[in-house]
């Protein structure tokens, strides 16, 4: 028989944490499984049982068991009650592959090293606008999408796209996926969807048709002619570089955000200032069919 707990507070703090995982596996990927929380926690089949069955007891409205799926799917009437759903402590979670979110002991850091991160704009949709977006991802689905796009002379579009592939670029989150609006992949930023419904429909793309994702190309970056040569060699030294040619291997797809973050100089003549753009790129003409919206 499980124990009786007063509050959320009374949980331990382990089989709190399992019980956020069951949360977010099952609000944003549709389904959590018995041997999803088995692995992600390194416990075994009935210690996972267990801890579903008391999640079940303590929010009996939140999960119904499919035969189908082998697991607990959510209901309409879902309300977390463990975990925080917001989109920008969700996404971290999944590009970092954790399983839980990383609390502070008491409201100190865990080593005591005070850190600092910048100040940006948080663009993400909100979770009920996310979730859907995740589940056709895993769930190999098609999605139906009211998407805002800069690029189009419509204000909003109604689109039906196959998710495939969660992007972060550092600045921005955006999803790769099949528009079957354009015929072709596409990337999607997620603050630009205003609606998202999850269709019953199977995915007809596979990302192995997705070229630009699939296959890499070799990005060759070099410090900037215009820098002094001790700030040039210091450069290097901050890539790890023996010689003076960086190379990097990137996802076709990704070139141009990587030259953006990197802040590369892509001007022909290297003209933008060498203090804030410190690298340029030495082969243009091969890079340039895959990100020409990067280039100046």
């Known amino acids: 028989m499980s124990p009786t707990f007063k509050t959320a507070s009374d949980i331990k703090r382990n089989t709190r944490q399992r019980l956020q995982y069951i949360e977010i596996m099952a609000f944003y990927t549709g389904v959590v499984t018995r041997s999803d929380v088995a692995k992600s926690f390194g416990i075994s089949d009935p210690a996972a049982t267990k801890d579903l069955k008391l999640y079940s007891e303590l929010a009996p409205d939140n999960l119904i ?46 080593y005591s090293i005070p850190v600092e991160s910048l100040p940006l704009p948080i663009r993400l949709p909100s979770k009920e606008v996310l979730a859907p ?21 419509e204000d909003i579009q109604d689109r039906l796209i196959e998710p495939h592939a969660l992007v972060n670029t550092g600045l921005r989150w955006h999803v790769r996926a099949y528009c079957q609006h354009s015929y072709e992949f596409r990337d999607f ?66 070139v141009g955000y ?27 003409d091969e890079i340039e069919p895959f990100a020409g919206w990067a280039f100046l």
């Open 65 to 110: 068991y499919r035969h189908q799926v082998f697991g607990f799917v959510p209901t309409d009437n879902f309300q977390a009650m463990f975990a925080d759903l917001s989109p920008n402590v969700v996404l971290p979670m999944i590009a970092n592959n954790l399983a839980v979110v990383a609390e502070p002991i008491e409201e100190l850091a865990i």
């Open 189 to 254: 930023v997620l603050s630009r969807f205003i609606e998202s419904e999850l269709l019953d429909v199977a995915a007809e793309s596979s990302p192995m048709y997705d070229d630009d994702w699939t296959e890499a190309i070799t990005v060759k970056l070099s410090p900037h002619p215009k820098l002094s040569k001790a700030k040039r060699c210091s450069l290097l030294i901050d890539y790890d570089v023996k010689n003076d040619v960086i190379e990097l291997d990137i996802r076709r797809a990704l």
């Open 258 to 284: 990587s030259l953006h973050r990197l802040s590369v100089d892509t001007t022909i003549d290297h003209s933008l200032n060498p203090n804030a753009y410190q690298l340029i790129l030495m082969n243009r």
């Open 133 to 153: 977006i995740v589940r056709a991802l895993k769930q190999g689905k098609q999605l139906r999408a009211s998407y805002k796009s800069l690029s189009e002379r």
